[in-house]
């Protein structure tokens, strides 16, 4: 996940006027004496019954003290964390010099989506993990995340957001495969060099899990909306209802003139633990429940789609999908909305944050725990769970120490709502379509070190490479990818011409 | 936006609607299915794709009023165009010459069956179709049907049209007479699972295809899933067909049912609200 930090070039930065004079402004030991920033929030008791969003933001008088706890580091390695290599010491020291949108830009050198990383990224495990606050001092880290989503929001507020700039159209054009994360990067970067640029998307709304998955109480969906927007008037195209493999072929669209291709497709597909009863009625996947929520308004009455949840709501899993849904549950009304995991709380690879909220939320963790059956009523709905209790044994490869069944501890718990949350694959719809292109084990799709597949001018990126991933590694990816595919155009293409 | 270039009535309550969508018309198969929906506040509903005609980049749908999307879709006219339509979703049929082919249809489900008599016949089989339906005014498809198949048998309940009785009893008649190399069922779970019984009597291999709840169609969420054979499918994307004699029917129906009462809350609703708003529109 960590990168190789270029020191030098932090060094030179470092060096520059106006840094060294902030750095002198106050004292290292004064800056490790102020407190990291609280995130206001909604109250528990009444965002657990609405949509708002959970964290306020920071106001201006608290981003720039938390600026200041930065230490403008020699070394800086919090950058090492940052799966982006984002330009932390110099965003962080513009807001602490009230330079808002100078911060804002730099954090557009490597990050097209800001304000939805400062909101989703783990930050724990990736950019503050690596703050030497948290290495050399033992204190809380740099609030990266939340600087980088007070100086994304401030630009977005404050109408000045500007649209990167463009080279000029060279007319060659690029398909984009999935509007989630890794699509809307590559289209963006692309759009940038000047190509001619459609994405591609099979919903009938653009944003992939930015949209369908992940609720608005923590990512609300105009914001999504107004980064669609900027790319909108980069001159990309966006096509909604158009599966790539269905309604037409990565070979009709080269026949139409495309000339190179990205697969951003997701990890959609959702797996289920195939006990028994888990076909019975009221037992879901996340991606129904929070598709049919999220995507299609069922919990408003005013939209046609219906979408079932209960007073005793279980949700299967412990990673950000399933806090999402359990969340979602006990804002649409659920009594007892509970996680049930096969591990401990330390081992959720949910981001703490959100195991921090669902708490105060109310939500119940029933820990080391693993359902094995369920049971329903006459009419096929589910009524009870059985569960049966585990303890953590040795590490595994993941490093994880494994669950291990206790014998003769099952029990049942009621329940009129069950949603899994164990885990997706690959979406499967391009690999069928292609069976010339080269896949895992697990189904993902391989790629090279330029993000290029098996067939040549056919890149890939994100979840579909990786699996269930982060939103910050498929726009990595889609970085990385648009750089291949730049440079596959100026080795074929152009230099035939 | 997808406009509606053709409507007519086949039936009080099935409509089949012509609808521009040209990609889909050039790429769809057989068996295939779309999913659309009307307006920014309507839910994504599948229905199979009857026919298509590539120069004039349309697709046929043929769809029965049975809750709120299926009725604002009947109540369209042409010049309107539907929100959104995607596909062509799902898997093709099978086709291949294997003789004489028996395609049993009941209720709606004889809309999607017609593409398959279709390929069938094309195909050089012998097609023998059976119809059914609960009355002679509900029966569609017939000169469709009849122009594509070797020998059509129509069933009403009442015997208003065609034979009296079930479309198991037509679909007998036809194995006791004659040797049937493969049956295609498509209709309510209840009548494929009958269907299926009778086939799987006289071991003939048999497709069925299923009509289960859905909502993205491209095999994100799980809704549409039913058991095979012991084993958990996805019906929108490793079906709609599957071997009739695998499918857990019973499990389908319940599953069937899931939002019944959700539905059928929001259908009255609906209906009622017809009903206020319409003397403001007269
Ligand atoms: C509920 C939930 C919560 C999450 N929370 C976090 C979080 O807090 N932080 C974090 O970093 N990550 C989180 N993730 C993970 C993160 O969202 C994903 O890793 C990321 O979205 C992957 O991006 P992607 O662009 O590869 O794919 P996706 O976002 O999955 O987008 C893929 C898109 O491609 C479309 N598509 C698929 N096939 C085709 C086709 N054949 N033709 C056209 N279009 C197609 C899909 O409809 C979809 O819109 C969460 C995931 C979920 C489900
Ligand atoms: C692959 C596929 C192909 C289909 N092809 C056609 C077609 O060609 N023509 C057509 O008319 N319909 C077809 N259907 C069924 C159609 O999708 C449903 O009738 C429609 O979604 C109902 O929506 P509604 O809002 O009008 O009714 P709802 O309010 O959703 O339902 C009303 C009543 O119908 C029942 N119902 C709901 N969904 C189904 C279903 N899938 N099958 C049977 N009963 C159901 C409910 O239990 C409820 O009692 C197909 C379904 C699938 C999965
Ligand atoms: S993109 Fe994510 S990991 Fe990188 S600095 Fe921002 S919050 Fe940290
Ligand atoms: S490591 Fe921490 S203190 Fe040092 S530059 Fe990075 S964020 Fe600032
Ligand atoms: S309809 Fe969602 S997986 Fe089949």
Known sequence: MSKELDKEYYKAERKAEWRNKLRKEIKSKERTNVVRVQMPEADPNIRNKSNIEVNKGLTLEMAVSESSRCLDCVVPTCVSGCPVGTNIPKFVKYIESGDILGAAKVLKENNSLPAICGRVCPQEIQCEAQCVYVKKLSKEGSAIGYLERFAADYERESGNSSIPELAEPNGIKMAVIGSGPAGLTVAGELAKFGYDVTVFEALHDLGGVLKYGIPEFRLPKDIVDFEINTIKQMGVKFVTNFIVGKTATIDDLKNEGFEAFFVASGA?????????????????????????????????????????????????????????????????????????????????????????????????????????????????????????KMKLGEPDASGRRRPEAIEGSEYTIDVDSVIIAVGVSPNPIIQQSMPELETTKWNTIKVDENMMTSVPGLFAGGDIVRGGATVILAMGDGRKAAQGMHKYIKETILAEV | ????????????????????????????????????????????????????????????????????????????????????????????????????????????????????VQAMKLAGNRVITVIAARTKDLVILEDEMRAYSDELIIMTDDGSLGKKGLVTQGMEEVILREKVNEAVVIGPAIMMKYAALTTKKYDIPTVASLNTIMVDGTGMCGACRVSVGGKTEFVCVNGPEFDAHKVNFDEMMFRLNAYKTKEAEGYSDYLKSLESTAPALV
């Open chain 2, 1 to 116: 936006m997808y406009k509606i270039i053709d409507k007519e009535f086949l039936s009080e309550n099935v409509a089949r609607l012509v609808i521009e969508a040209p990609y889909i018309a050039k790429s769809r198969k057989a068996g295939n299915f779309i999913i659309l929906r009307i307006d920014k506040n309507g839910e994504r509903i599948p229905l199979t794709i009857a026919d298509a005609n590539i120069e004039k980049g349309t697709i046929t749908v043929i769809v029965q009023r049975v809750g709120v999307s299926s009725h604002k879709l009947c109540a369209m006219n042409i010049g309107d165009a539907l929100l959104d339509v995607v596909g062509p979703l799902g898997k093709e049929t099978h086709i291949s010459n294997v003789g004489t082919v028996l395609c049993a249809g009941g209720g709606v489900g004889v809309a999607p069956l017609f593409p398959i």
């Open chain 1, 268 to 388: 959609g597909l959702p797996n289920f633990m195939n006990i028994p009863g888990e076909n019975f009625n009221g037992i879901q996947s996340a991606n129904e429940f929070l598709t049919r929520v999220n995507l299609m308004n069922g919990a408003d009455a005013n939209f046609d789609t219906p979408v079932h949840t209960g007073k005793n709501v279980v949700i299967v899993g412990g990673g950000n999908t399933a806090m999402d849904s359990v969340r979602t549950a006990k804002r649409m009304g659920a009594k007892r909305a509970m996680i049930v995991y096969r591990r401990s709380q330390e081992e959720m690879p949910a981001r703490a944050e959100e195991i921090k909220h669902a708490i105060e939320e109310g939500i119940e963790f029933i820990n080391l725990a693993s359902p094995i059956e369920y049971f329903a009523d006459e009419n096929g709905m589910v009524n009870k769970m059985k569960v049966q």
